[in-house]
């Protein structure tokens, strides 16, 4: 069954970035799909999801069926910097090729993009004829709840949104980035690299210029980061030369290295692994960034000091224990290993850690009916059961519509 969202667009108020507050006020717009249940389903909540780097909408394309037809509206936003959404520009350089002005990194902080994405559900009407989620709907349509479905750094800022909107949130599910608590004082990104060397190719996304080197090497880079997990997962044996070339391509100056060093870039990635996206979907992607630029979706690699600032506003360290969470884990995730979700029930009570056995970073692609499964069974278990337990009236809807 092949169902069709609407494609809508919600325009900001003019603000200030909260780490920015004397800024000049400025609006953004993003682009969202409200993919809906089927006539004849009963919506029983609406999903708030939230793609990674380097995605957009379209990230979620696998999952959208089975989660209509069980009866939740996905509305699913191209985040700032990506698809249809605003870019702001970040660099000086960026600022002036789109007319002048001030960059403004500041924008892509995470409490400023939750309080962007709360008008959003609002312009949605989110929650609105939901069986869970629409008590605190005003005649407007505003003020819905929803569960968060997020990935990569869409699941960063799952949990920001955790954080910042709590009181529109009935549950959070994260797919390979754990809850990360604010520290007392700013990390470099030196200082994370040293603890967690995985994430040397972020030292990378960090510096500006890595925007001009992605941009001329485009498609091979999409080809390397959406490489299937598993060195011979290629159609073509790959000789011990070319595996350690390609070897730990997350570590500090490897992946600039494979797209810009005048022997590595012979590589044919291909033999490496195969690609997690068919040629037709690739070449869509080569396209959509290629049209937009990277700017965008690499400043959000470059708000550590910003989301710093912002952090210091929250009251709390972690997340109730009263909010239902669920995180998935790949087992194959070279960029954000299992193992960085050890500690995280400590800061989130509720989470539920779920190993995901053989799929790689892009899991939702990759094993999209494990998600689509675990989720549902995560939301039937400890999502609705917690808002029929909280909410008097809400049991009195559940009771009513289930027919007992």
């Known amino acids: 069954m092949s169902i069709q969202p609407e494609s809508r667009f919600y325009v900001t108020p003019f603000n200030t970035p909260p780490s920015q507050p004397d800024a000049r006020p400025s609006q953004r717009r993003y682009h969202y799909l409200d993919y809906k249940p089927p006539g004849g389903v009963e919506q029983k909540a609406a999903v708030l999801v939230l793609h990674g780097f380097p995605d957009f909408s379209s990230s979620w394309r696998n999952i959208v069926s089975p989660l209509t037809l069980a009866g939740f509206r996905l509305i699913i936003p191209d985040l700032l910097g990506y698809g249809l959404s605003s870019s702001p520009p970040t660099s000086k350089a960026g600022a002036k090729s789109s007319g002048g002005g001030e960059p403004r990194l500041a924008e892509y902080g995470g409490k400023a993009i ?14 609105q004829g939901a069986l869970y989620g629409s008590q605190t709907v005003d005649k407007e349509g505003r003020g819905g709840r929803v569960i968060v479905l997020g990935h990569d750094w869409g699941s960063w800022l799952s949990w920001k949104v955790g954080q910042w909107l709590q009181h529109r949130v009935m549950g959070i599910a994260g797919l390979c980035v754990p809850f990360a608590p604010p520290t007392p ?7 994370l690299i040293k603890f967690l060397p995985n994430f040397g190719y972020q030292k990378f996304f960090a510096e500006e210029r890595s925007t001009k080197i992605i941009e001329d090497n485009l498609e091979r880079f999409l080809r390397l980061v959406y ?3 598993g060195l011979f997962s290629g159609p073509d044996q790959p000789t011990k030369g070319e595996l350690e070339k390609a070897r730990g391509w997350n570590l500090e100056g490897r992946l600039e290295k494979l797209l ?6 012979k590589l044919d990635i291909s033999k490496v692994g195969s690609c997690i996206l068919d040629e037709r979907e690739l070449q869509r992607y080569v396209s959509v960034f290629r049209s937009r630029g990277m700017e965008g ?16 506003d929250l009251k709390e360290s972690g997340l109730p224990a009263s909010l239902p ?4 884990t790949p087992s194959e995730d ?10 995280m029930p400590r800061r989130v009570p509720s989470v539920n850690i779920v190993p995901v056995q053989g799929s790689g970073h892009f899991v939702q692609n990759e094993m999209p009916n494990v998600v689509s499964t675990e989720f549902q069974r995560w939301v039937e278990d400890k999502v609705f059961p917690s808002e029929r337990n909280a909410s008097p009236f809400s049991f009195k809807g559940w009771l009513t519509r289930s027919k007992l």
């Open 297 to 312: 979706p690499l400043s959000w690699y470059r708000t550590r000091m910003i989301n710093f600032q912002e952090d210091r």
């Open 334 to 343: 070279v960029a954000v290993p299992a193992s960085m979700s050890v500690n």
């Open 325 to 328: 969470a669920l995180l998935l």
């Open 260 to 265: 810009t060093d005048p022997e590595l870039s």
């Open 185 to 191: 004082e700013p990390v470099s990104i030196d200082q």
């Open 227 to 229: 490489t299937k997990p």
């Open 114 to 127: 939750c309080t962007d994405l709360d008008g959003l559900l609002d312009h949605a009407k989110a929650g």
